[in-house]
DNA sequence: GTCGGAAATGTTTGCGTAAACATGTGTGCC
DNA sequence: GGCACACATGTTTACGCAAACATTTCCGAC
């Protein structure tokens, strides 16, 4: 910056007011200390803008992973909402879901430049480790139940696994199975929720619960269990479906017209799957956007309390559901 | 620090050194000091740490979304690396591919702290951009042809297209229909070329391409388009290869007993389609840490030259291929 | 012509850290 | 006992920037 003073023959502060697009500077002066930028090459150093301000513009993502569809449109809503306020963000990726990562990544963030942290974690690893986070930190966090704590943004995971099952009902099937995610997953656990619910308040008989972790590969293994009773499930997830769809395939079961199948996410493949699947649309950028609008709400007017902010769900209507034909086979 | 410095009764210098691990600390002062940090809750600022070393500890990622698996994978891929080494990560996605977009997106990351980046983009909207980043940053290219002026990390697409082409004559079937990616995406070219280049050395020939967007949905159109005769189709993606699957599942032809499928990137869904798809393994992670690898190895050693770094990949045989028949339809 | 005042520009200062240099403090050796 | 030297700790300074305050310049009104 000196350098560029020197040569436009203005001090640095002139140049400092140039650089901020400030009001006081004649324009012939501008003009030199513009062309005197260009010609060294000259770029503001964030890094001491940061020091001067204490404000980094940058936000802080701590998630387990991008592989899962949902996570990485998340995150790519974030990144371009943030883009668009002026900030930045850091990807910190927790390795295997312990203790003791999560609480390292917190710390990390905590030494990092970051004004502010999202975090797509399942809650019961956060209460450890938020207290590693600098008081001026602000938090928001996706997709879990620590509304009581902390400002979330979730989707509608109970109201669209009503949808998805109240369809399934509607179209005369006795009861519905499911197929959930892992137990330690949050929103497997309130989909799963809602799913005894809707059917229990129908007075409908409560199958037991099948497992995934999520892949296709472990939907494919559930699926194969599916009795021959079985002519509706919903599925925790379009990946998992696809997995049910194959299991049921190769027992010679088919979809919609033996058993009748929905999902969770819609995400861009589902619409070609075989048959084209039945889901429940999750609108995973809305949700980063709202990450991303309450985070800088925090940081500009103080914390906000608690509070969960749910992004509506909606049931897209595809091949895989069809109404109950009396029994199971034909 | 200056307020440790005073609960600790010593001077902020030996603060310095004890959050550094410094030696020349004797035992009762460095406890003291420890004591004191930990009662204020102190944090170093990693802000004026970067303005005192010129250094940022932070890598920059630049690219156009999250949304194919690839990109997703590869992202997570270095930021688990980089955060290995100390480093963390800053994404800047691109909204849309145009000269502008890229240009801003370099100039943006030119102002932040980062110490280099990583370009996940198509090299022919680069060449415009790269100047905007300032002279000390080092940049590491993924997935393009700019081997020629900047280090680049790339999978071995032609390797692995011609894997899969060759996997097709091998089976016997007269030749091989493609569906390439998108006309502007250099990696769909090269595979593309590579089923091209294959098909002449065997003397087969070479049927018009299709063309699709990466998408499940524009590989479904493709695959209507495919005529009786074709027995044998070489998709670029495996979402794609989805969409092929259902077009001519809904045509009544049978996989692989009429058509033989092969897809591209062996993304976990692949093993789980109807039927388990044959594809060409890519790996992404491998292309994360190599991208990582390479640009601390510049950030330390200096720029290294230009020179393409391939990681191979393999042909995954699966259920979607097999042996030709001698007809199309049987 | 002189004076007031607004606008343009310059100077000083401090953000939090750590390197470089300066000072103190004790230890062992002759 | 005095001296040198190693080691622990303190003081000064600069990193790049911009707010706060200081100075200069120029204009119009009287």
């Known amino acids: 910056m000196a350098d560029v003073a020197k040569l436009a023959g203005v001090s640095s502060q002139t140049v400092s007011r140039v650089a901020n697009g400030q009001a006081g500077v004649v324009e012939s002066t501008r003009e030199q200390v513009l062309a005197a930028m260009r010609e060294l090459g000259y770029r503001p150093n964030s890094a001491a803008r940061s020091l001067r301000y204490g404000r980094f513009n940058t936000l802080g993502v701590i ?89 979330v943004v979730d989707t509608d995971q109970a109201d669209g696994a009503r949808q998805a099952v109240r369809h399934l009902l509607e179209l005369g099937h006795p009861t519905v199975w499911h197929i959930a995610g892992p137990a330690e997953s949050y929103s497997a656990e309130r989909r799963a929720l809602a799913w005894r619910t809707v059917l229990e308040e129908a007075g409908r008989p409560v199958p037991p619960v099948g497992r995934g972790d999520w892949s296709a590969e472990s939907g494919y293994r559930a699926g194969l269990e599916l009795p021959p009773a079985c002519t509706a499930v919903f599925v925790a997830n379009d990946q998992m479906a696809l997995g049910v769809l194959r299991a049921l395939n190769e027992q010679g079961r088919r979809v919609p017209a033996d058993v009748s199948v929905v999902g969770f996410d819609d995400i861009a493949d589902a619409s070609s799957y075989l048959p084209p699947l039945t889901t429940v649309h999750q609108d995973f950028a809305e949700v980063g956007r709202r990450c991303v609008e309450a985070l800088l709400e925090q940081i500009s007017a103080g914390p906000g309390g608690p509070g969960t902010d749910l992004v509506p769900t909606h049931l897209v209507v595809r091949g895989s559901t069809a109404p109950y034909r009396g029994g199971a086979a034909p």
């Not at 949902?70 to 306020?85: D, F, L, M, P, Q």
């Not at 974690?121 to 008081?135: G, K, M, Q, S």
């Not at 602000?138 to 902390?150: F, I, N, P, Q, T």
């Open 63 to 151: 998630l387990f992973g991008l592989s899962s569809t949902g996570n990485s449109r998340t995150v790519e809503a974030i990144a371009t909402h943030a883009a668009a306020e002026g900030y930045a963000i850091t990807l910190i990726p927790v390795g295997a879901p312990t203790q003791d990562n999560v609480l390292g990544a917190f710390t990390r963030m905590g030494e990092l430049a970051v004004d502010g942290v999202i975090v797509i974690i399942e809650v019961h690893l956060l209460d450890a480790a938020t207290p590693a986070l600098p008081p001026g930190v602000h938090v928001v966090v996706v997709d879990s139940d620590a509304g009581e704590r902390y400002p």
